[in-house]
């Protein structure tokens, strides 16, 4: 998913660079798409979606065709440019979107999936590429998804100049293809989460970033800090507490030797 307008631009260019790795791994399937080119209009708030047994959205727009592409996808990639200190516009948009995708198996439409995120960016400002990157390990800790993020700084000209940055997108590229979306074994211990997840790590990111209610008072109940994702202190704090839970299973049920 690209969202520069620009179809030559820095962001395309490396998203083109990690499809060729894909491609260069084996990979065949694989589906690009240009919001530039797209009708998606903004969210409305009305949380019809989360009403529907499948991913969908009441707005009559190409969403509809994008839905489906997500849900069967084993990895996803947004590529985007910073643009005043954040994602682009068309970017946010079709995020807020995502919202329908939640419908007809909520969490478990995005869990065990890949998220690559593409990011250029004209400054090292910390509160321009920085806010894009702990927005999506937000997302990607909530969602239960693996993330992988490519950072290229333009103020040196079009990453076009920059064999080693097009060599790492497509070496990434290259690492996921065959790639598929992991089996969800672990279910969310928080009351009324329906979350499924592959591994107590990505169960403890969810924990971490969930601000939901149910979640916010699983963590004070527990002593826990509402750090969210902005480190890895959190997720790893619950990992190990989870951890331990699993280890005290076993060992109460594990047949006695004598």
Known sequence: MEASPNRDGSSVTLARSFIEGLREGGEAEVSELFLGDMDVRPCIG???????REPGCVIEDDMAGVYPLLRAADVIVF???????????????????????????????????????ILTHLT??????????????????????????????SD???????????????????????????????GCPVEGCRGMFPSVDALARHMAAGA????????????????????????????????????ERGRRSAPERG
């Open 46 to 52: 009305c949380w019809r979606c989360l009403e529907m």
């Open 79 to 117: 590529a985007t440019p910073i643009y005043w200190w954040h994602i682009a516009g068309q970017m946010k948009v079709f995020l807020d979107r995502l919202e329908g995708l939640l419908a007809g198996g909520g969490l478990n439409n995005l869990s065990g999936k890949a998220l690559v995120l």
């Open 124 to 153: 090292e400002d910390p509160d321009g590429v920085w806010l894009a990157v702990r927005m999506f390990r937000s997302i990607a800790g909530w969602a239960g998804m693996r993330l992988e993020v490519v950072r290229y700084r």
């Open 156 to 186: 040196t000209g079009h990453v076009s100049g920059s064999g080693e940055k097009l060599e790492e997108a497509r070496r990434l590229g290259r690492s996921l293809a065959g790639w598929r979306a992991l089996e969800l074994t672990i």
């Open 212 to 247: 939901g209610l149910n979640h916010r008072a699983w963590r004070r109940e527990h002593g826990l800090e509402d750090r969210g994702m902005a480190d890895d202190e959190l997720w790893k704090q619950i990992a190990g507490m989870l951890n331990m839970r699993v280890h």
